[in-house]
């Protein structure tokens, strides 16, 4: 699942005028944020405490029919995927803005990786990065997801290295994320391990997409996602410093018939260990299996975890 300055001098009298003729200024994106359990979230979107519950939709389809379906609440992450242009994307930002979700977006690249970690992508960097900044609230942004088998990975961790300290300085709302596959970090090859791919630089949020599979394709194994996950990124990301959240997750309807209580387990073991997202990816595009939210017992399971899952207000 797989985008300069003229130099003026005014004497004191005239600033007041020169501030009334440009209008309100701009409301501010670098205020902390109030959350529904009485903690606050900074600028970046980061909780003090507890986790939201959200997730991808569709092709970027309207929330509005699965927001419906949860009593009208919304979501607290809404998980989105982008090309290398922008503009429908803060769009879609200004909309989870106004719903307080926050929006955990990814995006590709307009020049290759190599050509990024150069220097020829600043100015496209530094575009999307002001124009989410216009965003009433703070928006996660990811830059090529999912990078595992695409590329040189030396080449994506320059690039993230050089992108991720544009991008937050142009835009203090905006928390740099990194999304990664999780098996290959901790589990294949060492090419792709988290030492060997990890860029010395400012990230906010690393996302991982892992997926339960239990009965896809006669597959009967069962994700030991304590042990085998969340407490190696939980070490991991503590000594790092760097918050953690799962950016596409789910489970088949095998899984689901078999353990009504998975959502609500998995979510919990989530938080314990310092997770600040739970992104269910509620589609079937470029899918194995039926992730989708269709069973009744998935619903029930989603609304009851996301009814008690702290979100923005």
Do not use: C
């Not at 701009?26 to 959350?35: D, E, F, I, R």
């Not at 942004?141 to 999912?146: D, G, K, L, M, Y």
């Amino acid at each position: 699942m797989r985008l300069q300055h003229s130099k003026l001098i005014f004497s004191a009298a005239l600033i007041p005028l020169v501030l009334a003729l440009a209008g309100p200024a701009a409301p501010s994106t670098s205020a902390p944020s109030k959350l529904t359990n009485g903690g606050t979230a900074n600028a970046r979107g980061i909780p003090s405490s507890g986790a939201y519950m959200g997730g991808a939709y569709g092709a970027n389809t309207n929330l509005s029919r699965w927001e419906n379906a949860l009593g009208g609440k919304s979501l607290g992450v809404h998980r989105t995927y982008w090309g290398s242009s922008y503009s429908s994307a803060v769009k879609t930002a200004k909309a989870d803005a106004a719903r307080n979700r926050v929006p955990w977006m990814s995006f590709k690249t307009p020049y290759s990786w190599s050509a990024m970690a150069n220097g020829k992508g600043d100015a496209w960097a530094r575009g999307l990065a002001r124009a989410m900044k216009t965003v009433k609230g703070p928006v996660w942004v990811a830059i090529h997801h999912e990078p595992e088998g695409d590329g040189d990975m030396q080449a994506w961790k320059r690039m993230q290295a050089r992108l991720a300290p544009i991008m937050r300085a142009a835009a203090p709302n905006l928390g740099y994320s990194i999304i990664l596959m999780g098996y290959h970090q901790f589990y294949g090859a060492s090419k792709y391990s988290l030492a060997k791919t990890w860029p010395k630089t400012k990230i906010d949020v690393v996302g991982f997409d892992i997926y339960e599979k239990y009965g896809v394709k006669g597959y009967k194994g069962w994700k030991q996602w304590t042990n085998h996950y969340f407490r190696p990124i939980q070490a991991w990301a503590k000594k790092t410093g760097v918050r953690w959240g799962l950016a596409e997750v789910a489970y088949s309807d095998p899984a689901a018939r078999k353990d009504p209580g998975w959502m609500d387990r998995v979510y919990k073991a989530l938080k314990k260990h310092g997770g600040i997202a739970f992104s269910y990816f509620n589609t079937n595009l470029h899918s194995v299996a039926n992730w989708k939210l269709s069973l009744a017992t998935k619903q029930a399971s989603f609304k009851r975890v996301h009814k008690g899952a702290v979100k923005l207000r």
